[in-house]
């Protein structure tokens, strides 16, 4: 059972909007602590694609956003590319914890 | 550039432990903090601890008190991350990550992980 919660998985059709939630409680997100994103590939290392809530590193296509909203964040991405299906994970600090945490994933599956 | 190199697989014994280093380059080694996280076959990510390779200072999640240890090496810009007991449980693939100043933020660069499997 994850600290944060995602929806197991998600799906849209190229060119279409999509939009992955991440709720969290008082304790992290609620507590005004900030939200990130990675992206991970099959095989591969989880990648960062939205720091700080809505801040996407050098190099990551303004097609992802982030935003945060009470106890929940949101990324959304648009104009889906088949090279988008991937795991989405998102992370906060937990000030309970004392530690980091993270949500359980999404599969984003593009139709 | 930032990178961080891991050590390759390990396959273990139920009850022995396991020893996995992330060597880091390309930036100032004692700067950010160093967390490491892992990935059950199939499973999501879970943060184990981290470690402020400027001061030796490390803070571990609750799960994993008394079996895990996170040691770092400044003459090699190396951090090491040890868990005892092992039980098929531990089977995963360990990655290390580079936080920022805090200990909180966001993790970036990830080494390419390293696969420890536990099996008699």
């Known amino acids: 059972q994850s600290v944060l919660t995602q929806p197991p998985s998600v799906s849209g059709a190229p060119g279409q909007r999509v939009t992955i939630s991440c709720t969290g409680s008082s304790s992290n997100i609620g507590a005004d602590y900030d939200v990130h994103w990675y992206q991970q590939l099959p095989g591969t290392a989880p990648k960062l694609l939205i720091y700080g809530n809505n801040n996407r590193p050098s190099g990551v296509p303004d097609r992802f956003s982030g935003s945060k909203s009470g106890t929940s964040a949101s990324l959304a991405i648009t104009g889906l590319q088949a090279e988008d299906e991937a795991d989405y994970y998102c992370q906060s600090y937990d000030r309970s914890l004392s530690g980091s945490v993270f949500g359980g994933g999404t599969k984003l599956t593009v139709l | 550039q930032e990178q961080l190199v891991q050590s390759g697989a390990e396959v273990k014994k139920p009850g022995a432990s396991v020893k996995v280093s992330c060597k880091a380059s390309g930036y100032t080694f004692t700067t950010y903090y160093l967390h490491w996280v892992r990935q059950a076959p199939g499973q999501g990510l879970e943060w184990m601890g981290l470690?402020?390779?400027?001061?030796?200072?490390?803070r571990y999640a609750q799960r994993f008190q008394g079996r895990l240890t996170m040691t770092r090496d400044t003459s090699t810009s190396t951090v090491y991350v040890e868990l005892t007991s092992l039980t098929s449980e531990d089977t995963a693939v360990y990655y290390c990550?580079?936080?920022?100043?805090?200990?909180?933020?966001?993790?970036?660069?990830w080494g390419q992980g390293t696969l420890v499997t536990v099996s008699s």
């Open positions: 470690i402020n390779p400027s001061s030796g200072i490390t």
């Open positions: 990550a580079r936080g920022i100043v805090t200990p909180m933020g966001w993790f970036d660069p």
